[in-house]
């Protein structure tokens, strides 16, 4: 379909239902389920959170004009007592400011590069549907990924894969499952270990 063939309105509502994807995961975890450690090398659940949480903190002032830095070291403290509240506050605040009129078609000085907001929320709508699989798997808890949702993140990730692996970011791709759903096909494009 490829990726500008996406409304604006679909996009917000992808990045929506992406994040209440990762709300209800987030929801589950149990106390002695933080330290659990995730499909994420070398992250715990509490730093997926904290990952997500400082992504999703950083839209607000990317639209307000303000300069954000590139993290690479997430610290579970952003989380303060209460990680679910944490995460539904930045969260609502992320899809209000990508929710105004333009806000998508704007460029922005991202640590990634003056992009446009579309190409943002093409990596904040992945980032909160795959790291919610993960805190899945770090509870032993097996999910699908929304098929629509999933299509999307393929269609957006698929012309970077090339680069992917030497970004530091991701692992190298692996091979699906032949009846692999659009789900299994993203998070192997994403060198997620399927049997983790």
């Known amino acids: 379909m490829g990726v500008t063939a996406y409304s604006d309105e679909q996009l917000i509502d992808f990045f929506v239902r992406s994040s209440a994807s990762f709300g209800e995961q987030l929801r589950e975890v149990d106390d002695d389920e933080w330290f659990a450690p995730t499909p994420c090398a070398e992250w715990d659940v509490r730093m997926v959170v904290a990952h997500v949480v400082v992504g999703d903190a950083q839209l607000p002032l990317l639209v307000n004009g303000e300069k954000v830095e ?26 209000r400011a990508f929710a105004r009129p333009g806000a998508l078609a704007e460029r922005y000085a991202h640590p990634m590069g003056h992009i446009t907001g579309r190409r943002i929320i093409g ?14 798997r770090a509870r032993h808890v097996d999910v699908l990924l929304d ?18 692996p030497s970004s530091g970011y991701f692992a190298p791709a692996v091979m699906p499952p032949d009846d692999a759903d659009p789900g299994l096909r993203l998070l192997s494009l994403l ?3 399927l049997d983790h």
């Open 70 to 95: 590139l993290v690479e070291i997430f610290d579970p403290s952003v989380l303060g007592s209460n990680p679910l509240a944490a995460w539904r506050g930045t969260a609502l605040a992320a899809i």
């Open 123 to 136: 990596f904040r709508i992945t980032d909160s549907l795959v790291h919610a699989w993960d805190i899945a």
């Open 191 to 193: 060198g997620r270990p």
């Open 147 to 164: 098929p629509e949702i999933a299509e999307y993140c393929l269609d957006f990730w698929l012309p970077l894969a090339s680069g992917l």
